[in-house]
T-cell receptor, first 113, second 116 residues
Framework: DGGITQSPKYLFRKEGQNVTLSCEQN?????MYWYRQDPGQGLRLIYY???????QKGDIAEGYSVSREKKESFPLTVTSAQKNPTAFYLC????????????FGPGTRLTVL | AQKVTQAQTEISVVEKEDVTLDCVYE???????LFWYKQPPSGELVFLIR??????QNEISGRYSWNFQKSTSSFNFTITASQVVDSAVYFC?????????????FGSGTRLSIRP
């Protein structure tokens, strides 16, 4: 089945630690995205990538980093510089053009202890 | 700048009632795309519909229907004969075709609760 997988579903980390969230897609999509969702709020774009080895900052990129070495994978690292990292993180992918709908993974809920 | 406004934060209705979720958007692009997504309690966003700015025809899919009106910059979503399984957060979203083609702007969402 084609789709997007994110792992782990729940993640706990201590303050001061970096943590990497995984996102893999087998839809052959060129574009991939990372969003952050806080309780009762909408989605905010962290980073996006339209093609391998290229990515752009979204609206709230500070404290996060990404890489896009393979078309299928777009991991997100939450660094210790992120002041308030506890949130629900959603990964999405779409055909390259922005007007195409995005398909989402199941999300990772990150809690900083 | 692009913006999507979902003024209804929460809506609660009794099962079998009809309910309309409002969406108002702002964009300077002449070509753009509008979307609706559903986020059930599991968290994963589910794509419902995409509409381009040149097509103002209303669309119906089973109990779901969408009313797109460029004159009022609105793209409202109606659920007919609501069911408990419709309970979710619904997001309206906007994408430009050119200058902002890479990003989809999401509204803040409307939490819909259907009571049995």
């Amino acid at each position: 089945d084609g789709g997007i997988t994110q792992s782990p579903k729940y993640l706990f980390r201590k303050e001061g630690q970096n943590v990497t969230l995984s996102c893999e897609q087998n839809l052959n999509h060129d574009a991939m995205y990372w969003y952050r969702q806080d309780p009762g709020q909408g989605l905010r774009l962290i980073y996006y990538s339209q093609i391998v080895n290229d990515f752009q900052k979204g609206d709230i990129a500070e404290g996060y980093s990404v890489s896009r070495e393979k078309k299928e994978s777009f991991p997100l690292t939450v660094t210790s510089a992120q002041k308030n990292p506890t949130a629900f993180y959603l990964c999405a992918s779409s055909q390259r053009s922005g007007y195409n709908e995005q398909f989402f993974g199941p999300g990772t809920r990150l809690t900083v202890l | 700048a692009q913006k999507v406004t979902q003024a209804q934060t929460e809506i609660s209705v009794v099962e079998k009632e009809d309910v309309t979720l409002d969406c108002v958007y702002e964009t300077r692009d002449t070509t753009y795309y509008l979307f609706w997504y559903k986020q059930p309690p599991s968290g994963e966003l589910v794509f419902l519909i995409r509409r381009n700015s040149f097509d103002e025809q209303n669309e119906i899919s089973g109990r779901y229907s969408w009313n797109f009106q460029k004159s009022t910059s609105s793209f409202n979503f109606t659920i007919t004969a609501s069911q408990v399984v419709d309970s979710a957060v619904y997001f309206c979203a906007l994408s430009g075709a050119y200058s902002s083609a890479s990003k989809i702007i999401f509204g803040s969402g409307t939490r819909l609760s259907i009571r049995p």
